[in-house]
T-cell receptor
Framework: EAGVTQFPSHSVIEKGQTVTLRCDPI?????LYWYRRVMGKEIKFLLH????????ESGMPNNRFLAERTGGTYSTLKVQPAELEDSGVYFC?????????????FGAGSRLTVL | AQSVAQPEDQVNVAEGNPLTVKCTYS??????LFWYVQYPNRGLQFLLK??????LVKGSYGFEAEFNKSQTSFHLKKPSALVSDSALYFC??????????????FGAGTRLAVHP
C-alpha cells in the first residue's frame, strides 16, 4: 500500500509569506496527525484529526497556523504569515484506529525554511 | 509534566560492536513506549513498541529494547551494529491524557553513527 505522502519536501519562503503543506494519509486511515521538529529539538505534536474533525489541536502554536482536512482525506497545514521561528520539519502521520497502542505511519516530512 | 529524555545527542560505535541508545521517560500511569528511526530523506519508521508483557521487546532490523519500570527507562539495543544502522533515533511515549489516541511525546533524538 502507498505510504503517507507529504508535499512539498522542502519550501523556502520569506518572512511574512504564506505556505501550505499537504499530507495524503494512507487510504482508509481515519486518524491524521501533524507534528513539527524545530532546530534539532523534540518532535512536537501539533494537532490530530479524526476523519474531518479536529480531535485535538492543543499543540498549534498560534492562530497563524490553520489546518484543514476537508472530506476526511488529505490534510493541509497553512502558515500565514510565516515567521522565522516557524522553520523546521513538519511531519504528518496516520493510523487506522484510535487505539493508543497502534503504530503511527509517518511521511517523509516537509522542511520549511523561513528567511 | 509528561516527557521523554534522550540524554545523548550522538552515539558513536564501531561496526560489529553492541550499541545502546538511551531513553528515559516521565509519564503518569503505565507507559506505551515506542522507538522510531529516521534515515536521511526518509520519514520516521517504526522499530518497536512496549505496551505490556515481557520487558524485553524485539523489533525490526535486529533491534530490541528493555522496559525498566523502576528506572523509567526504555533503552534501545542491538548486539552487533551495522554501518547501515547509522540514522536518527527517536524515543516516544503515548500521552496518557490523549483520550486513548496515539498522541506521542517524543525525545529530542539521538544520532547513531556506526563506523566501519
Amino acid at each position: 500500500e502507498a505510504g503517507v505522502t507529504q508535499f512539498p519536501s522542502h519550501s523556502v519562503i520569506e518572512k511574512g509569506q504564506t505556505v501550505t503543506l499537504r499530507c495524503d494519509p494512507i487510504s482508509g486511515h481515519d486518524n491524521l496527525y501533524w507534528y513539527r521538529r524545530v532546530m534539532g529539538k523534540e518532535i512536537k505534536f501539533l494537532l490530530h484529526f479524526v476523519k474531518e474533525s479536529k480531535q485535538d489541536e492543543s499543540g498549534m502554536p498560534n492562530n497563524r497556523f490553520l489546518a484543514e482536512r476537508t472530506g476526511g482525506t488529505y490534510s493541509t497545514l497553512k502558515v500565514q504569515p510565516a515567521e522565522l521561528e516557524d522553520s523546521g520539519v513538519y511531519f504528518c502521520a496516520s493510523s487506522e484506529t484510535i487505539s493508543g497502542a497502534n503504530v503511527l505511519t509517518f511521511g517523509a516530512g516537509s522542511r520549511l525554511t523561513v528567511l | 509534566a509528561q516527557s521523554v529524555a534522550q540524554p545523548e545527542d550522538q552515539v558513536n560505535v564501531a561496526e560489529g560492536n553492541p550499541l545502546t541508545v538511551k531513553c528515559t521517560y516521565s509519564v503518569s500511569g503505565n507507559p506505551y513506549l515506542f522507538w522510531y528511526v529516521q534515515y536521511p530523506n526518509r520519514g520516521l519508521q517504526f522499530l518497536l513498541k512496549y505496551i505490556t508483557g515481557d520487558n524485553l521487546v524485539k523489533g525490526s532490523y535486529g533491534f530490541e529494547a528493555e522496559f525498566n519500570k523502576s528506572q523509567t527507562s526504555f533503552h534501545l539495543k542491538k548486539p552487533s551494529a551495522l554501518v547501515s544502522d547509522s540514522a536518527l533515533y527517536f524515543c516516544a511515549v503515548r500521552d496518557p491524557f490523549s483520550g486513548g489516541y496515539n498522541k506521542l511525546i517524543f525525545g529530542a533524538g539521538t544520532r547513531l553513527a556506526v563506523h566501519p
